[in-house]
């Protein structure tokens, strides 16, 4: 009788324990999966922006395709890296802002000038948003306890 309660008892947190780990790996794979996402629409926005900027004049064009071109690689090589320890440096933001920055110092002196300048502010500031919504889902994970 006591041994048949000590199995049943442990027949029962042996159910639950797996329930447990079963919920823990979907919300897991939840994260991973919502991350990736937002990540990839990042990335596909960053380059919708680079080739919006195509429309532009030299030299500003070519300022612009570099600032965007040089923190891509930061992204990459830097940034994303650190970010999977939950690090988020700073340089990403003041490379986004020094692109802005030489964004809207543009002045358009045409027509399609002004459209290209247009579209390509919209798709900057959908790219940043993105960029927000991934810097704030940096230290997303599980809980450390468990």
Do not use: C
């Not at 900027?53 to 600032?67: E, M, S």
């Not at 964004?103 to 959908?126: G, N, V």
């Amino acid at each position: 009788p006591a041994s048949d309660m000590v199995g049943f008892m442990f027949s029962g947190f042996s159910v639950l324990y797996g329930l447990l780990v079963g919920l823990l790996a979907g919300a897991a794979y939840q994260n991973f999966a919502s991350v990736s996402d937002i990540v990839t629409k990042e990335a596909s926005s960053l380059a919708a922006l680079y080739r919006d900027v195509h429309a532009y004049p030299q030299p500003i064009r070519g300022k612009l395709q570099n600032d965007l071109r040089n923190y891509a690689r930061f992204l990459i090589d830097r940034a994303w890296p650190l970010q999977q320890h939950g690090i988020v440096q700073n340089e990403g933001t003041h490379r986004v802002t020094q692109f802005a920055v030489d964004l809207m110092a543009f002045e358009p002196s045409k027509k399609s000038e002004e459209i290209a300048h247009a579209e390509a502010y919209r798709q900057f500031a959908a790219y940043n948003e993105l960029r927000q919504i991934r810097l704030a889902d940096v230290d997303t994970g599980l809980p450390a306890i468990f």
